[in-house]
């Protein structure tokens, strides 16, 4: 099959999101697929990119810092991507390459499989702090999206159930995102290049460490985890908490830290690059996250796959991958937190055995499962000869903007009912236009 990706985040960026389309695009190339991925460019792209990646022009989105937004599909990529003779259109984001991706699968007829990667409802304190768009704003449009597709995929019940309420009526598969498990494997990396790292981090061999590995934004709750600390030095005085990200809200928990006078104790690593983030997980005795917004949660997978301990905040997104006492601690309320963790580092027995029952665990959610899981979804709609009616019109630069449905007449009405929507921004464009064609 010949099969192409549509996302609006990917490789430089480190999050769930990008780590899932790696994961898969390599599994479906391993089964003797062509995978091609469509993504905005970032400026820290490096300058031997993956030859199956091709860049879309774009600019910073206005309200999330390192994220970027495709503005448009040059001629010569037009011309690319219909000479891929695509099978199957597989978009993994809601916005500027989602619709780019529609666009495609509607004027080729192609089929489109969406996966809903995040909570919409939980996320709109980053536009205009929540004032200009609201949870039910997000909610439908969600809905609107999934429902010009022709397959959705979601990661765990939780997020079907998330779907169902919404009022989606496309068929839904749920497959959990899966990790490979290898990359993570505690024998990959030598105790001289842990102690090497905690180094350089100013800890020592026996510096008990709380760890997070997370986007630094608000919905991940990292001040949960912060605001047990002190609690938690109390009765163990050398831990530390070592944060690995990159995000908003870093200045915010810079502060939360210093007002709870444990700012000695925390330590900000930055954003780390994907190939070094296996070793940063063996930096943790524990690994503790609060966040509630997950829809599936691939670092707890990936830190059970390190052989690291977990203790995160009940949710239903966990429930495929934590059991309590068995292969994490779950609790409730932050006030429980300190006291499992103190429980945690300071016992080895109890430490050793979820570490050993969470790398079993994870051999169920491999790499290699989740890929044919999709490949099987694939195969499935190719041979239903399910398949969206296909409208005429050539492949255009593509400009979302936000008064393109004032200028939407010159575009055939079923692209427009559709949900495809173009600008007069097109005007700003056409000299990069006519120099690339």
Same mark, same amino acid.
């Given at each position: 099959?010949?099969?192409g990706?549509?996302?609006?985040t990917?490789y430089?960026?480190?999050?769930?999101?990008?780590?899932?389309?790696?994961?898969?695009?390599?599994?479906?190339?391993?089964?003797?697929?062509?995978?091609?991925?469509?993504?905005?460019?970032d400026?820290?792209?490096?300058?031997?990119?993956?030859?199956?990646?091709?860049?879309?022009?774009?600019?910073?989105?206005?309200?999330?810092?390192?994220?970027?937004?495709?503005?448009?599909?040059?001629?010569?990529?037009?011309?690319?991507?219909?000479?891929?003779?695509?099978?199957?259109?597989?978009?993994?984001?809601?916005?500027?390459?989602?619709?780019?991706?529609?666009?495609?699968?509607?004027?080729?007829?192609?089929?489109?499989?969406?996966?809903?990667?995040?909570?919409?409802?939980?996320?709109?304190?980053?536009?205009?702090?929540?004032?200009?768009?609201?949870?039910?704003?997000?909610?439908?449009?969600?809905?609107?999206?999934?429902?010009?597709?022709?397959?959705?995929?979601?990661?765990?019940?939780?997020?079907?159930?998330?779907?169902?309420?919404?009022?989606?009526?496309?068929?839904?598969?749920?497959?959990?995102?899966?990790?490979?498990?290898?990359?993570?494997?505690?024998?990959?990396? /030598?105790?001289? *290049?842990?102690?090497? $790292?905690?180094?350089?981090?100013?800890?020592? !061999?026996?510096? %008990? #460490? @709380?760890?997070?590995?997370?986007?630094?934004?608000?919905?991940?709750?990292?001040?949960v985890?912060?605001?047990?600390?002190?609690?938690?030095?109390?009765?163990?005085?050398?831990?530390?908490?070592?944060?690995?990200?990159?995000?908003?809200?870093k200045?915010?928990?810079?502060?939360?830290?210093?007002?709870?006078?444990?700012?000695?104790?925390?330590?900000?690593?930055?954003?780390?690059?994907?190939?070094?983030?296996?070793?940063?997980?063996?930096?943790?005795?524990?690994?503790?996250?609060? /966040?509630?917004? *997950?829809?599936?949660? $691939?670092?707890?997978?990936?830190?059970m796959? !390190?052989?690291? %301990? #977990? @203790?995160?905040?009940?949710?239903?997104?966990?429930?495929?991958?934590?059991?309590?006492?068995?292969?994490?601690?779950?609790?409730?309320e932050?006030?429980?937190?300190?006291?499992?963790l103190?429980?945690?580092?300071?016992?080895a027995?109890?430490?050793?055995?979820?570490?050993?029952?969470?790398?079993?665990?994870?051999?169920?959610?491999?790499?290699?499962?989740?890929?044919?899981?999709?490949?099987?979804?694939?195969?499935?709609?190719?041979?239903?000869?399910?398949k969206?009616?296909?409208? /005429?019109?050539?492949?255009?630069?593509?400009?979302?903007?936000?008064?393109?449905?004032?200028?939407?007449?010159?575009?055939?009405?079923?692209?427009?009912?559709?949900?495809?929507?173009?600008?007069?921004?097109?005007?700003?464009?056409?000299?990069?236009?006519?120099?690339?064609?």
């Amino acid at each position: 099959m010949n099969i192409g990706i549509f996302s609006d985040t990917y490789y430089p960026q480190l999050n769930g999101v990008a780590t899932s389309i790696r994961t898969l695009s390599n599994g479906l190339e391993k089964l003797g697929h062509n995978v091609y991925i469509f993504t905005p460019w970032d400026p820290r792209t490096p300058e031997i990119d993956e030859p199956n990646v091709f860049r879309i022009p774009s600019m910073p989105f206005l309200f999330l810092k390192n994220f970027r937004a495709g503005l448009l599909c040059p001629p010569h990529l037009s011309r690319k991507i219909l000479s891929l003779d695509l099978d199957i259109i597989h978009t993994q984001t809601e916005f500027s390459l989602g619709f780019l991706g529609k666009y495609i699968s509607t004027t080729q007829g192609i089929p489109l499989v969406h996966t809903y990667h995040t909570m919409y409802e939980d996320y709109v304190h980053y536009i205009a702090r929540g004032h200009l768009i609201t949870p039910e704003m997000a909610r439908d449009f969600s809905k609107f999206f999934c429902n010009t597709t022709t397959d959705v995929i979601v990661p765990t019940i939780k997020t079907e159930d998330l779907l169902l309420g919404y009022g989606v009526t496309t068929p839904i598969s749920i497959i959990p995102t899966g990790i490979d498990t290898s990359h993570f494997n505690q024998k990959n990396f /030598s105790q001289e *290049e842990i102690l090497a $790292l905690r180094h350089s981090m100013g800890l020592d !061999a026996n510096t %008990p #460490v @709380v760890l997070s590995i997370a986007r630094i934004a608000k919905e991940k709750s990292i001040d949960v985890v912060i605001e047990a600390m002190p609690a938690l030095l109390e009765k163990l005085p050398s831990a530390k908490m070592v944060i690995v990200g990159e995000g908003p809200e870093k200045e915010n928990l810079e502060f939360l830290a210093k007002s709870l006078g444990v700012e000695n104790h925390i330590i900000f690593t930055g954003g780390i690059p994907w190939t070094e983030i296996g070793k940063y997980y063996q930096v943790g005795n524990v690994f503790c996250s609060a /966040s509630v917004t *997950e829809t599936q949660g $691939l670092t707890f997978a990936e830190a059970m796959a !390190a052989g690291v %301990p #977990v @203790v995160a905040k009940n949710d239903p997104c966990i429930n495929n991958v934590i059991t309590h006492n068995q292969t994490g601690l779950l609790f409730e309320e932050g006030e429980a937190l300190p006291d499992l963790l103190y429980q945690v580092l300071t016992d080895a027995p109890l430490r050793n055995r979820l570490s050993s029952a969470g790398m079993e665990a994870m051999k169920e959610l491999s790499a290699e499962k989740f890929c044919t899981s999709v490949e099987s979804l694939y195969e499935k709609i190719l041979k239903s000869g399910d398949k969206p009616e296909k409208v /005429s019109a050539p492949i255009i630069p593509l400009v979302i903007g936000a008064r393109a449905a004032k200028r939407i007449t010159r575009f055939p009405k079923k692209l427009v009912e559709n949900g495809f929507h173009y600008s007069h921004e097109l005007v700003k464009i056409l000299p990069y236009i006519n120099k690339h064609k």
